[in-house]
């Protein structure tokens, strides 16, 4: 096995350091998840009334969460919730929605957590509880990272960095020392998502540490980041760093179990640089350390894992026999692992850090189990590749059916999980409107207290000043007003072109499965869902390169073609003078036209079309032509008004609508003609379209 999978599959998601609860003590297992003593709780709960019950609810509501004991938890914050609403006790109503947030992070709900966040937000914000919101922004860049919206993590977490490191009156900082820190860990693990700024990573986690060392952090954080800081420096390539760290991380005392569970971590790692050097004989050396103590102590994704791997590495070196037998061991762990539905063989393992994640937050049930099912696809192939080496046809067949089997569970897994995020990417829109509002009721707020000041001085030159004041706010606000209407105007434009053409699409699944013809309906899905995201992606921007633009319209034809079998072919010229990667264009101005070239152009030609597209650079203008040999547009409207008399066709209309209001902002204009195509006998013979686009570049 090479090297680079190796790395893949063992890259650390050290997800935990996102997110943390705003009590007052730490638990023995999680380092940022804060809880009280719950048989103290339960205790002092029956004789509590009002606003008391309610704190104490909430607190048990995040303890239980600690512990993994989410029904218990949804329930004392329901309970906490009612009763909050019943005295109208704000803080209260805010904590609960903070809990509901976690919980529904937990349970893969990210859209209901962000829900909940945004709502806990806002109370904690009227309350003036500054150290709460920096959390809650915190949260809510959590959320968006589980669910796969980096950016987003990114802006949320430099918000909350921010916001922590605010003065109070008295000059100190909202936030300590483990609070930029736990922010900082954040980042670095999302640029490391983004494979993107690998020295920032490092230069976090380097500080990580030093901080640690300064404020007498606690041995398993600090053994857990040390080794991280070696997979860092491995990654920049830095082979001899990763080492001196990964022997640093374990130099560290076995005070506890979870140092030693960790501990085989960088020993992997170890195995992994010798064998990447080509040293077999030592990687196997490190390589079966880990493989004989989990499985001896029962960590069954990482008795998986080690187990597999040497496998692999047998299975290159021509070792049949050895390769299989770990190969085979490596699928009666899985098999257990499907049985008990755990990542342990005893319960008591379950407090033992192993992963990394744990030290901070439980990891989520879905994403544990795509983890152990990408284990299972590479373990099934494996046994696969070592049968059909030996000629036993029986088994290699099998083995193939099995891990086709794992695959298709794989991706149906990965499939929930991007739909999730599509969810997720759609909706953060209008869950930053709710943060700017918040933003301005703020600024509202403070210009109220400064009029009330000034009010109190009155005099005529107070009075002139605030006239003068609000012309110029008036001013600058229009100005923002005509702006932001524009780039409103924009978005709606294109929100419009959603709808219909995910209607037909919908229809066209439906239509196959209904037909029972899950082949095409699959295809037909997978297209669709890969088409969605990309109009979801540039439908944010107002300007896109070359190539996602052409990427978007040859994935739509391709999708169209789907629906519409042998109806029609198409071509796509681009002048070489373009630069796809450089050069933009506003998104989606072709969309529509070739969606009016299908419907109503070649849908009713009895043979088959042909749609060509051009794009052709001519001095600063981009020429972009989309020609279709369909039946023409008077003959579609013919058949249009007899269908359907009731029926408008939008597109064209809102094409030149976003055309008017993207020419009310640029220096040079955009162009549209429509050019009805005749044959030699002057009948109709299509229509041609053509956009005349001033160069962007970014």
């Known amino acids: 096995m090479k090297f680079a999978k190796f790395l893949y599959r063992h890259k650390i998601l050290i997800i935990s350091l996102l997110i943390s609860f705003s009590l007052q003590s730490f638990s023995q297992k999680y380092l ?42 949804q329930q004392y914050a329901e309970d906490a919730m009612n009763l909050a609403k019943e005295h ?20 893969s709900k990210y859209t209901d957590a962000l829900n909940n966040l945004f709502e806990s937000l806002r109370l904690y914000v009227e309350l003036d509880k500054k150290h709460t919101v920096a959390d809650i922004y915190y949260d809510i860049a959590a959320t968006h ?40 860990g954040g980042l670095a693990l999302t640029y490391n998502r983004l494979d993107i700024n690998r020295d920032t990573q490092l230069e976090i986690r380097l500080k990580h540490l030093e901080a640690g060392r300064r404020h007498n952090f606690g041995m398993t954080e600090m053994m857990l980041i040390t080794f991280l800081a070696g997979t860092d420096f491995y990654l920049l390539g830095e082979t001899d760093s990763a080492k001196v760290y990964f022997e640093k991380a374990l130099a560290y005392p076995n005070v506890n179990p979870s140092i030693e569970a960790l501990k085989y971590r960088p020993i992997s790692w170890l195995g992994y640089l010798h064998y990447a050097a080509g040293d077999v004989d030592s990687a196997i050396f490190y390589l079966r350390k880990p493989y004989d103590w989990y499985n001896e102590k029962g960590f069954l994704y990482w008795a998986m894992d080690a187990s597999r791997n040497l496998g692999s590495i047998y299975y290159q070196n021509n070792e049949l ?21 755990s990542w342990y063989r005893h319960d008591s393992l379950k407090n033992i850090v192993t992963y990394g994640t744990e030290l901070y937050f439980p990891i989520p049930p879905s994403r544990i189990k795509e983890m152990m099912w990408q284990q299972g696809k590479f373990m099934y192939y494996g046994l696969y590749q070592i049968n059909a080496a030996k000629k036993r046809t029986g088994e290699a067949l099998k083995y193939h059916i099995a891990y086709s089997s794992a695959k298709d569970t794989l991706n149906k897994l990965q ?135 052409i990427s978007t319209i040859q994935n739509y034809l391709e999708l169209q073609k789907v629906r519409y079998i042998e109806k029609f072919d198409y071509s796509i010229d681009i002048d070489e003078a373009i630069d796809a990667e450089s050069m933009k264009i506003p998104p989606m101005l072709a969309q529509p036209i070739i969606e009016n070239a299908i419907e109503h152009g070649i849908k009713h030609k009895e043979t088959k079309g042909h749609i060509s597209i051009l794009f052709k650079l001519e001095g600063s203008l981009v020429v972009f032509k989309v020609e279709d040999d369909g039946i023409g547009r008077e003959a579609a409207m013919d058949i249009m008004f007899k269908q359907n008399k009731g029926h408008k066709s939008l597109a064209t209309a809102i094409t030149r609508e976003r055309i008017q209001v993207l020419n009310k902002r640029m220096k040079n204009k955009i162009s549209m003609q429509i050019l009805d195509l005749k044959n030699e006998k002057n009948e109709p013979a299509g229509t041609r379209v053509t956009f005349e686009i001033p160069v962007v570049f970014s």
């Open 321 to 341: 026999n050895t390769s299989e037998n770990y190969y085979q061991q490596s699928e009666r762990v899985f098999k257990e692992w499907l049985q008990r539905n």
């Open 32 to 73: 940022y998840l804060e809880s009280y003593n719950v048989d103290s709780l339960l205790l002092i709960l029956p004789g509590q009334l009002g606003e008391e019950r309610v704190n104490t609810l909430n607190t048990l509501a995040a303890s239980y969460f600690c512990y993994e004991e989410f029904d218990l938890s």
């Open 145 to 184: 990272y589980f669910a796969g919206n980096f950016e987003k993590t990114l802006e949320y977490g430099n918000i909350a960095l921010a916001k922590f490191r605010e003065r109070l009156e008295g000059g100190a900082m909202v936030g300590s020392v483990r609070d930029t820190i736990k922010v900082l």
């Open 88 to 107: 109208d006790f704000q803080e209260g109503m805010a904590a609960a929605y903070r809990n509901f947030g976690h919980i529904n992070y937990y349970r």
């Open 415 to 549: 499939r929930i999980r991007e739909t999730i995020e599509l969810q997720i990417r759609y909706e953060s829109e209008s869950k930053d409107q709710q943060i700017q509002t918040l933003s301005l009721e703020n600024e509202l707020k403070e210009s109220r207290l400064h009029q009330t000041r000034f009010f109190l001085f009155g005099s005529v030159g107070f009075f002139i000043l605030i006239l003068m004041f609000g012309f110029i706010l008036f001013r600058q606000n229009k100005l923002k007003a005509d702006q932001q209407m524009l780039v409103l105007q924009q978005k709606l434009f294109r929100s419009q072109m959603n709808p219909h053409f995910i209607f037909n699409s919908l229809a066209s699944i439906q239509n196959f499965i209904v037909r029972q013809d899950s082949r095409k309906a699959n295809i037909f899905l997978s297209k669709f869902s890969e088409l969605v995201r990309s109009i979801l992606d540039n439908s944010t921007q107002e300007y896109i390169t070359f190539d996602k633009e």
